[in-house]
């Protein structure tokens, strides 16, 4: 039984662990209501490094087979269901002055960013990717492996490494997330 050129890719150990860590950040994304606001920002504080690990990790597939980019399966009305969850969730905590922006990087402005729409973003693409790996098929596999790895590399990773200074500035700073959330309510 031979192989196709890129089934060693696909179902390689590196591939296989960040499929598995992108489908635990989809669920627990998913399921952001059953969190307190820090049980929140303390598990992604803990997903994001390890997400940037593993995908930092990926192999580059190893030819592109389809002309068409893979299937998305994230609609707008999705994405929007989860950016206003994830703003619920971080209330007050969710914007945050961005400081790396290559395109202002000469203003003398600050940007202001949003933890929400950075966590929502990367959901948006993980999500497409663990669908389309579902399918099982290797040509689909392999397209949607080479298509989230170069969002990684242009786009979410970017988004991710921000969203993480700003998280762990929640974390360890002197906000009190617990009183607020219930004051909020």
């Not at 690990?53 to 192999?59: D, E, T, V």
Request: aromatic residues 12%; proline residues 3%; contains cysteine.
């Amino acid at each position: 039984m031979s192989k196709e050129p890129f089934s060693e890719v696909v179902y390689s150990k590196n591939v296989i662990e960040f499929a598995t860590v992108a489908n635990e950040y989809c669920s627990f994304i998913e399921a952001v209501d059953q969190f307190s606001r820090k049980e929140f920002i303390t598990r992604i504080q803990k997903l994001f490094p390890l997400l940037y690990l593993k995908a930092a990790l990926l192999p580059d597939p190893d030819i592109e087979i389809s002309d068409e980019a893979p299937e998305k399966f994230v609609s707008e009305d999705d994405y929007n269901f989860i950016l206003h969850k994830l703003e619920e969730k971080l209330g007050q905590f969710d914007a945050y002055q961005e400081v790396f922006d290559p395109s202002i990087q000469y203003s003398e402005e600050a940007l202001e960013a949003s933890i929400s729409e950075n966590v929502a973003d990367i959901y948006q693409d993980l999500k497409d990717f663990i669908l389309s790996y579902r399918i099982g098929t290797l040509e689909v596999m392999n397209d949607a492996l080479g298509e989230c790895r170069t969002n990684f590399e242009q786009y979410w990773g970017q988004r991710l490494v921000n969203g993480l200074r700003a998280i762990h500035s929640l974390v360890y700073g002197t906000a009190d997330l617990e009183e607020t959330e219930e004051q909020e309510e």
